[in-house]
């Protein structure tokens, strides 16, 4: 079975925060994902990278930084924290092109 | 561009119904299809995938899906329902000339099947 580790669960920081979301995978996937899911608008994709080093913009990327640095680990990064961003933030890992993605437990995110 | 519309929000039945969740999608060339779930306070599951062949596709938890071509649809099926079926579920598409750059999701349709 296929592992994405979301770390932390819950995060609460204040408006101008910097806030670091990781996610680990142990499925030896070269695709990550980074997505916000918000009533109303589904899922969005932030950024997604194809391996380490790897970094692709997404749908919604303003406001969002991420990197990859290793095949296992993917962060995105809020350096100025704002309350649009306040949301549930999911990684997902897959092998590819049609391939099934593989979700963490996501990370809640209040921005005050 | 590319996007997928639920057009159902909320869809509540009886148990031992028969479940059908509406999917269309917009996209210039063939599409590869999915359906995930989210139970309540967890995270997206994958249900099942159209990539090409059959246009019926049977998944996980004795879901179906059809794809047509003609109406641009993928719609998903279950019959009979289960209380445990109550969930939000997620089209999603994946097109040919995004080479692996990630799904786009629905909006979802949130299930409740009441006992």
């Known amino acids: 079975e296929a592992a994405v580790t979301q770390s932390p669960r819950n995060k609460v920081t204040v408006t101008g925060g910097n806030v670091t979301l990781s996610c680990r995978q142990t499925n030896s996937h070269n695709y990550m994902y980074w997505y916000r899911q918000d009533t109303g608008h589904g899922l969005r994709l932030i950024h997604y990278s194809y391996g380490a080093g790897n970094l692709q913009i997404g749908d919604v990327p303003d406001g969002y930084k991420a990197t990859r640095t290793t095949q296992e680990d993917f962060f995105l990064l809020l350096e100025l924290a704002s309350p649009s961003q306040t949301s549930l933030y999911f990684c997902?890992?897959?092998?590819?092109?049609?391939?099934?993605?593989?979700f963490g437990a996501g990370t809640r995110l209040s921005v005050l | 561009a590319q996007s997928v519309d639920q057009p159902d929000a909320h869809v509540t039945l009886s148990e031992g119904a028969s479940l059908e969740l509406r999917c269309s999608y917009s996209y210039s060339a063939a599409p590869y299809l999915f359906w995930y779930v989210q139970y309540p306070g967890q995270s997206l599951q994958f249900l099942l995938k159209y990539i090409t062949g059959d246009t019926v596709v049977k998944g996980t938890k004795g879901f179906e899906a059809e794809f047509r071509k003609s109406n641009s649809s993928f719609n998903l099926k279950k019959s009979p329902a289960h209380w445990s079926d109550s969930a939000k579920y997620f089209c999603?598409?994946?097109?040919?000339?995004?080479?692996?750059?990630?799904?786009?999701f629905g909006l979802g349709t949130r299930v409740s099947v009441f006992p």
């Open positions: 999603a598409l994946e097109g040919l000339g995004n080479y692996a750059q990630g799904l786009t």
């Open positions: 997902a890992s897959s092998e590819g092109f049609q391939n099934t993605l593989y």
